[in-house]
T-cell receptor, first 114, second 113 residues
Framework: DGGITQSPKYLFRKEGQNVTLSCEQNLNHDAMYWYRQDPGQGLRLIYY???????QKGDIAEGYSVSREKKESFPLTVTSAQKNPTAFYLC?????????????FGDGTRLSIL | DQQVKQNSPSLSVQEGRISILNCDYTNSMFDYFLWYKKYPAEGPTFLISISSIKDKNEDGRFTVFLNKSAKHLSLHIVPSQPGDSAVYFC????????????FGSGTQLTVLP
């Protein structure tokens, strides 16, 4: 079955530490996205990538970094510069970055600060 | 600046009745609208969409209505079933743009048996 796999499901970070969230898709989609969800809020875009070796900042990119070395993988690093990292992180993909293309989501990673 | 508002954080409906979920937006440039459904501990899944050239789109028990002049859309579920209990997000977008969706804050629907 094709889909998006995010790991780990739960992640804990110490103050001053960088952590990397994994996102893998086997849907052969060109576009991939990272969102953050806080309680009572909608999803906010962190970064997106249209193709391999390309990525663009979303609305809340500060304190985050990404890479897209392979089509199927789009890891997100939450750096120590992100002062409020506790949130639910969702990765998504679509055939291409275009408004009418539905995005397919993973089941998310919940990040907490120790 | 919230471009998309789902003003009802929660809604409870009896099984078999109609559920109506509302969404308001401010950006008149939005011309394509998607609805996603999310169960706890899972990612959202695409449910139904509508283009601004239409005012209604139907898919089984789900119908989305668009009122462009009022910048308002609604999702109707008839008849509601307990399995429909989930958080529903509306996500307006620009069809021609290489850009992301703009998600509302979601409405938690609970369908009571």
């Amino acid at each position: 079955d094709g889909g998006i796999t995010q790991s780990p499901k739960y992640l804990f970070r110490k103050e001053g530490q960088n952590v990397t969230l994994s996102c893998e898709q086997n849907l052969n989609h060109d576009a991939m996205y990272w969102y953050r969800q806080d309680p009572g809020q909608g999803l906010r875009l962190i970064y997106y990538s249209q193709i391999v070796n390309d990525f663009q900042k979303g609305d809340i990119a500060e304190g985050y970094s990404v890479s897209r070395e392979k089509k199927e993988s789009f890891p997100l690093t939450v750096t120590s510069a992100q002062k409020n990292p506790t949130a639910f992180y969702l990765c998504a993909s679509s055939i291409k970055v275009e408004g009418t293309r539905p995005q397919h989501f993973g089941d998310g990673t919940r990040l907490s600060i120790l | 600046d919230q471009q998309v508002k789902q003003n009802s954080p929660s809604l409870s409906v009896q099984e078999g009745r109609i559920s109506i979920l509302n969404c308001d937006y401010t950006n008149s440039m939005f011309d394509y609208f998607l609805w996603y459904k999310k169960y706890p501990a899972e990612g959202p899944t695409f449910l139904i969409s509508i283009s601004s050239i239409k005012d209604k789109n139907e898919d089984g028990r789900f119908t989305v209505f668009l009122n462009k002049s009022a910048k308002h859309l609604s999702l109707h579920i008839v008849p509601s079933q307990p399995g429909d209990s989930a958080v529903y997000f509306c996500a307006p977008t620009l069809s021609g743009s290489a850009r992301q969706l703009t998600f509302g804050s979601g409405t938690q629907l609970t369908v009571l048996p």
